[in-house]
């Protein structure tokens, strides 16, 4: 928290944008703790900046196949 103070919240807020979060991050010193919503996209893009250096966008998959192409699993994403 001290280091956010330091540094500014407007600064936290743009380096959570570079990382992927684009929901709504209000400038308060619970910023730093996480205290804000995010949705899992967001929060896995951000994951995935730190992981590999770089910015991605993450995949969902709907179906598993094996080698020969039987489906081993398939989900269907909820709609909203």
Known sequence: MRLAQDIGFDRVREAALRLGIHSALPLRPSLAL???EVTLLELTA???AFATG???T???YTMVRDK???IMEKTTPARR
Do not use: C
């Open 58 to 60: 993450p995949l969902a």
């Open 54 to 56: 770089k910015r991605t």
């Open 34 to 36: 996480g205290s804000s």
């Open 46 to 48: 951000s994951y995935i």
């Open 68 to 70: 020969d192409g039987n």
